[in-house]
């Protein structure tokens, strides 16, 4: 059994920063890939950014791109999204992701295990 538990949401400023962690159990996290997911009061979860298990393959949404940044620490068993130049559009919980596979997605519905997620907030 895999479990996800994400941290470091909250209330921020727009142009402010946050930092999210999600943090896996189990032996298997070096070879699983990771993503991020939002999901905005209303609206269907979205895809947010991935990485593969080597760090060699990252993805963005492209409303993130050069925002936000997505690593994982394989010794930690976590995966990290910086969130920089924060948006009110980026209001929405968000949701760590990981796969049977090490190879990343851009598919909400190719992710195996999911976290409970954690609410950001950005005010205008």
């Known amino acids: 059994q895999v479990q996800l538990v994400e941290s470091g949401g909250g209330l921020v400023q727009a142009g402010g920063s946050l930092r999210l962690s999600c943090v896996t159990s189990?032996?298997?996290?070096?070879?699983?890939?990771m993503g991020w997911f939002r999901q905005a009061p209303g609206k269907e979860r979205e895809f947010v950014a991935a990485?593969?298990?080597?760090?060699?393959?990252?993805y963005y949404a492209d409303s993130v791109k050069g925002r936000f940044t997505i690593s994982r620490d394989n010794t930690k068993n976590t995966v990290y999204l910086q969130m920089n130049s924060l948006k009110p559009e980026d209001t929405a919980v968000y949701y760590c992701?990981?796969?049977?596979?090490?190879?990343?997605?851009?598919?909400?519905?190719?992710?195996?295990?999911w976290g409970q997620g954690t609410q950001v907030t950005v005010s205008s």
């Open positions: 189990g032996r298997t996290f070096s070879r699983r890939a």
């Open positions: 992701a990981a796969r049977d596979s090490a190879v990343p997605s851009l598919g909400r519905y190719d992710y195996d295990y």
């Open positions: 990485i593969s298990w080597n760090d060699e393959n990252i």
